[in-house]
């Protein structure tokens, strides 16, 4: 398998803050095959509201996510306490980007279609095993661009405490990264996921570039 992450090499991806270049080899680490666009943190930055809005619906939807494996596959036991911890961690995660949109006098806003996922999605197969599969390892592939897109943020975020709330939750995503990938291990063959994860990976690196900027995780 590739790189996961692990206590001694997180801190590598916390860096001080430091002006936005192209210069972050955070999706390498991650094996994303494609670097987020720095314009994409220009963006976020200069229109941090809605970009607040977005990422709470983002928490809410991994937390319900998490939850839909769990009422779907009651036969796979190893996946079901990890993942009913981790609806919980991604509801707290919820939990206090909505206490930043609420101190900021902002309303939560209507739910829309996430046209990253949405892309992605679309390659999920059916069959109860192909789709166990790739929702697992599309999934581990969501969190790693988390992990780096919100790295980005924690970087270049001028507000201290914005910035430390960013590089904290970059930690998480980079452990629920490793957290899909295992799980896939508990029910496939590492040669198996590497096939699947191989051809993900660049559906993935496709769907982030086809993206529009906007003010969103993705
Ligand atoms: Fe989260
Ligand atoms: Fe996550």
Same mark, same amino acid.
């Given at each position: ?58 928490? /809410?939807?991994?937390?319900?996510? %998490?939850? @839909?494996?769990? !009422? =779907?596959? +009651?036969?796979?036991?190893? $996946? #079901? *306490?990890? &993942? ?28 829309? /279609?996430?046209?990253?996922?949405? %892309?992605? @999605?679309?390659? !999920? =197969?059916? +069959?109860?095993?192909?789709? $166990? #599969? *790739?929702? &697992? ?82």
């Amino acid at each position: 398998m590739g790189y996961i992450m692990t206590e001694s090499n997180r801190s590598a991806m916390v860096s001080p803050l430091s002006p936005v270049t192209g210069e972050d080899h955070t999706h390498r680490m991650l094996q994303l095959r494609r670097q987020t666009d720095p314009a994409w943190v220009t963006t976020v930055l200069a229109d941090f509201d809605p970009f607040l809005l977005d990422h709470a619906a983002c928490e /809410r939807k991994a937390s319900a996510s %998490a939850m @839909s494996f769990v !009422v =779907r596959y +009651g036969d796979r036991p190893a $996946l #079901l *306490d990890p &993942l009913i911890a981790l609806a919980r961690e991604e509801l707290e995660h919820f939990h206090q980007v909505y206490r930043i949109i609420e101190s900021r006098g902002l309303q939560l806003s209507a739910d829309t /279609r996430d046209p990253y996922i949405h %892309a992605l @999605s679309e390659h !999920v =197969r059916s +069959g109860r095993d192909e789709r $166990l #599969l *790739d929702r &697992l390892l599309m999934f581990g592939v969501v969190e790693a661009r988390g992990c780096e897109r919100f790295g980005l943020v924690g970087k270049h975020h001028t507000d201290p405490e914005l910035a430390a709330f960013y590089q904290d939750l970059t930690v998480s995503e980079a452990r629920h990264h490793g957290l899909f990938l295992r799980l896939a291990r508990e029910y496939f063959s590492v040669k198996t996921i590497e096939a699947r994860l191989d051809e993900l990976l660049d559906v993935e690196a496709k769907v982030v570039a086809g993206l529009d900027l906007r003010p969103a995780l993705h």
